[in-house]
């Protein structure tokens, strides 16, 4: 059983009000009243939604808000971006790349976006939506997503289709479209970070013509130009068209002997040993299927033998620099779990195109808030305070709303009893009697063929 939502959370009417322009006043108050249930932890249920708001709005009526309601997305993301840059004043931070699913069970043929795909995680075939985000973080509190875009593959016969073709981008041309989206709204340029997956010779290509630098990881099977020593030779003894040969990346690796160790120190107040958590060496190099000069880091993982190459266009950076500026993408994968996990992401069964788009968007606004919250507690006063978590600034609301609730218990008796009918009402599920065949019709004149 779940606490009722006593009324609106006061940080999400305020913080969502740059959606008005595009809104109707209904379609406003039914957005305030799914989030404040989503916080509060509803989940993306309309059927529990609509009993912690004690049946104020019908299932009906959110599901036709979500589906079927008349605005245009576009419009509220543009709004949102506008939003964004009023609350901060932004400075170039990192823009943080990765691709998530949103698994489904139920009636999945018929929720926009899904196809059969492969989970890394998993490691097998699911039936899931794919998304692409791009995330911005300044590397302290500052944190928000910016826009989004839905994977579909090249070829596929789900049926919610219907008959409508979706023009097929791979993942990186989706990335590149959100930040040229981004740059074009007015966020600042920002340093790209991206796993393995977004590093190919195209999407490099793209970060460079939009003028944005970049760390991201590669695979280990890349090859390397190494130049030839002496000049390489025609048979008829001419030069080369191509001076150099190709080598894996471990192996140019294996041939550097100096190791740089990073860590932490030890620390004699608290008797803590000094802790080694990566050896690394740097080279710069030439790829064979990526353009350009660049510096790679080699980080070998000395308790779990793991090891990673990070590549940027930053030739003169330590690999201690790059190492910790890298490490700031974990925070795109900080959204996805909260997104999963506390908004429900996953929990959405909303079929229609709009449906989908929407309710993405919307816990997509909801992690903005929250650390926008967290961003206000912690640098109000003179003195800036400790870092909250999001669950931590999600317990406050549901706090604040327990308060709520029982001021209304003391004076608002109606409410007491409305809590009691639509709880009363769901206590109980009767199964259906069960019913007898019985013969309708037995006709002698057909003859054995017109039988079968």
Not at 378 to 391: D, E, F, N, Q, V
Request: a positive charge; hydrophobic letters at 40%.
């Amino acid at each position: 059983m779940k606490i009722p939502c006593a009324k609106p959370l006061a940080f999400l009417v305020t913080g969502l009000s740059f959606l008005k322009p595009g809104l109707t006043n209904i379609q406003f108050d039914n957005m305030i009243l799914v989030a404040t249930a989503l916080v509060l932890g509803s989940g993306f249920n309309l059927s529990r939604i609509s009993r912690m708001w004690l049946e104020e709005k019908a299932v009906s009526t959110l599901s036709y808000f979500l589906s079927d309601a008349k605005f245009y997305i576009p419009e509220l993301q543009l709004l949102y971006a506008k939003r964004i840059q009023q609350m901060y004043t932004l400075q170039p931070g990192y823009f943080l790349i990765d691709d998530t699913m949103k698994h489904h069970t139920k009636f999945c043929k018929w929720i926009h976006g899904v196809f059969v795909l492969f989970d890394h995680a998993f490691g097998t075939n699911m039936k899931a939506t794919c998304l692409v985000f791009v995330y911005y973080s300044d590397g302290n509190l500052i944190k928000f997503p910016i826009n989004f875009r839905m994977f579909h593959k090249e070829t596929g016969t789900m049926p919610w289709q219907r008959g409508k073709a979706h023009p097929y981008k791979t993942k990186y041309a989706l990335a590149v479209e959100i930040l040229e989206w981004a740059l074009e709204v007015g966020f600042p340029p920002s340093m790209v970070l991206a796993d393995s997956w977004f590093c190919t010779g195209p999407f490099i290509k793209e970060l460079k013509r939009l003028e944005l630098s970049y760390i991201i990881e590669l695979k280990p099977n890349y090859t390397v130009r190494v130049p030839c020593q002496p000049p390489k030779l025609t048979p008829k003894g001419r030069l080369s068209k191509n001076q150099y040969y190709t080598r894996s990346l471990p192996e140019v690796y294996k041939s550097i002997s100096y190791v740089e160790k990073y860590g932490f120190t030890a620390d004699p107040a608290t008797g803590k040993a000094q802790k080694v958590l990566y050896h690394t060496k740097t080279k710069t190099l030439r790829l064979n299927s990526i353009t350009g000069k660049h510096c790679v880091v080699e980080s070998v993982d000395p308790t779990t033998q793991t090891t990673k190459y990070l590549l940027t266009d930053q030739l003169t950076w330590e690999a201690g620099k790059i190492l910790i500026t890298y490490s700031h993408r974990w925070v795109i994968e900080e959204f996805f779990r909260n997104a999963k996990q506390l908004t429900d992401m996953e929990g959405a069964t909303i079929r229609s195109e709009q449906g989908v788009s929407i309710t993405i968007c919307l816990v997509s606004w909801i992690d903005s808030l929250l650390h926008f919250e967290n961003y206000k507690q912690s640098t109000a006063g003179k003195l800036s305070k400790g870092s909250l978590t999001i669950p931590s600034i999600i317990r406050q609301s549901q706090y604040e709303n327990f308060k709520a609730v029982f001021e209304r218990l003391k004076a608002d008796e109606d409410f007491y009893r409305k809590w009691l009918e639509v709880e009363e009402k769901n206590i109980f599920r009767f199964r259906k009697p069960r019913k007898e065949v019985e013969l309708l019709e037995r006709n002698q004149n057909l003859n054995p063929q017109e039988a079968a």
